[in-house]
């Protein structure tokens, strides 16, 4: 039967109409080397708690670390990014106890490394998790202050070289601590400790579930917009990167992430250098909980993760790293 009508001779669909040929032509995939692996320390031993406001993740004790370092290099994720929860006596308006070198960080990085050789360690260095008001710097008259910050930001990241840190993650966002930091690791003989910025940390909404699993957020006055980024803006962020990357920084991090893909791609077109993106609490636990009261499919991690890949992230801080390795087949 002769059919009536004109049709294309170009068809999209011919190179959609088979696994195998839908995954020939995929122009962005995802894999382990991807992946890295956020974990909350605590005090005490033998804890594994459970973080109400992120379903399905935990908080270690220094004790029981080993575990999730060894189940993280098992499945040959390249990196772990450690996070602590301090005791509210050990707090104070300076942050005091991020320079204390038995604190968590500094325990947890140095039984890491006596154990565990072929994995990736970051260390965040801000002061958010040790001041009693829950910011990142000293607040001086309702302010926080940025060079009296960098002043304890340089001494916490040479406090972390020192107990094994590979890379430091300067997270604060105050002006110019980058070249500061980077000149006091150069001058100590850490030349070789990797400088990942965020470069890009917006004053998001998405924060909440991270900052209970640190227990910041009951002590947090005010809020962060003098420092962090307001998110009306864009081009802002190219201004934020140039002056990094001019001050040593390796890489950077763009925070959150799948709200600021636009920024991702931006970056990357823009300055060709490896980008991190952070996948955050306040994503996952909206992915965590529309899976849950099943809203949606759980394929929704794996197309959430590729985006941020489409964008231009070379590598993604994510809370579904472990799970996503285990189960990278499946959910392609």
Same mark, same amino acid.
């Given at each position: 039967?002769?059919?009536?009508?004109?049709?294309?001779?170009?068809?999209?669909?011919?190179?959609?109409?088979?696994?195998?040929?839908?995954?020939?032509?995929?122009?962005?995939?995802?894999?382990?080397?991807?992946?890295?692996?956020?974990?909350?320390?605590?005090?005490?031993?033998?804890?594994?708690?459970?973080?109400?406001?992120?379903?399905?993740?935990?908080?270690?004790?220094?004790?029981?670390?080993?575990?999730?370092?060894?189940?993280?290099?098992?499945?040959?994720?390249?990196?772990?990014?450690?996070?602590?929860?301090?005791?509210?006596?050990?707090?104070?308006?300076?942050?005091?106890?991020?320079?204390?070198?038995?604190?968590?960080?500094?325990?947890?990085?140095?039984?890491?490394?006596?154990?565990?050789?072929?994995?990736?360690?970051?260390?965040?260095?801000?002061?958010?998790?040790?001041?009693?008001?829950?910011?990142?710097?000293?607040?001086?008259?309702?302010?926080?202050?940025?060079?009296?910050?960098?002043?304890?930001?340089?001494?916490?990241?040479?406090?972390?070289?020192?107990?094994?840190?590979?890379?430091?993650?300067?997270?604060?966002?105050?002006?110019?601590?980058?070249?500061?930091?980077?000149?006091?690791?150069?001058?100590?003989?850490?030349?070789?400790?990797?400088?990942?910025?965020?470069?890009?940390?917006?004053?998001?909404?998405?924060?909440?579930?991270?900052?209970?699993?640190? %227990?910041?957020?009951?002590?947090?006055?005010?809020?962060? +917009?003098?420092?962090?980024? =307001?998110? #009306?803006?864009?081009? &802002? /962020? !190219?201004?934020?990167?140039?002056?990094?990357?001019?001050?040593?920084?390796?890489?950077?991090?763009?925070?959150?992430?799948?709200?600021?893909?636009?920024?991702?791609?931006?970056?990357?077109?823009?300055?060709?250098?490896?980008?991190?993106?952070?996948?955050?609490? %306040?994503?996952?636990?909206?992915?965590?909980?529309?899976? +849950?009261?099943?809203?949606? =499919?759980? #394929?929704?991690?794996? &197309? /959430? !993760?590729?985006?941020?890949?489409?964008?231009?992230?070379?590598?993604?801080?994510?809370?579904?790293?472990?799970?996503?390795?285990?189960?990278?087949?499946?959910?392609?």
């Amino acid at each position: 039967m002769k059919l009536l009508g004109k049709y294309p001779s170009t068809r999209m669909r011919r190179i959609r109409n088979s696994d195998w040929i839908r995954r020939l032509v995929a122009e962005n995939n995802l894999s382990v080397n991807d992946l890295i692996l956020p974990i909350f320390l605590t005090e005490g031993s033998n804890k594994k708690e459970s973080i109400k406001t992120m379903p399905g993740f935990y908080r270690y004790s220094i004790d029981r670390i080993e575990g999730i370092i060894n189940q993280a290099q098992k499945l040959k994720i390249p990196m772990v990014a450690l996070f602590p929860k301090v005791l509210k006596n050990k707090k104070d308006n300076m942050g005091n106890e991020a320079l204390n070198e038995k604190n968590l960080i500094c325990r947890a990085l140095k039984r890491i490394k006596k154990n565990s050789k072929n994995i990736g360690i970051m260390c965040d260095v801000a002061l958010d998790p040790y001041t009693s008001h829950g910011h990142d710097g000293v607040l001086i008259n309702g302010e926080i202050h940025n060079d009296k910050t960098i002043e304890i930001l340089v001494q916490q990241a040479l406090l972390q070289a020192e107990m094994g840190a590979d890379i430091i993650a300067p997270s604060d966002m105050m002006d110019g601590r980058i070249g500061k930091i980077r000149k006091a690791l150069d001058t100590n003989q850490y030349t070789n400790t990797k400088i990942i910025s965020y470069a890009v940390k917006y004053a998001s909404n998405f924060y909440g579930p991270f900052r209970d699993a640190i %227990g910041s957020k009951s002590n947090l006055k005010g809020d962060k +917009k003098t420092y962090q980024m =307001d998110y #009306k803006n864009a081009n &802002e /962020s !190219l201004r934020e990167v140039a002056l990094d990357i001019k001050e040593g920084a390796d890489m950077v991090m763009i925070k959150p992430g799948l709200p600021y893909l636009d920024i991702i791609r931006m970056v990357k077109d823009t300055f060709r250098i490896p980008i991190l993106s952070y996948q955050v609490s %306040g994503e996952y636990a909206l992915i965590q909980n529309g899976i +849950k009261n099943k809203i949606i =499919d759980k #394929k929704a991690i794996i &197309e /959430s !993760l590729i985006s941020l890949k489409r964008a231009g992230s070379a590598g993604i801080v994510t809370y579904f790293a472990i799970e996503v390795a285990k189960n990278l087949r499946k959910f392609n």
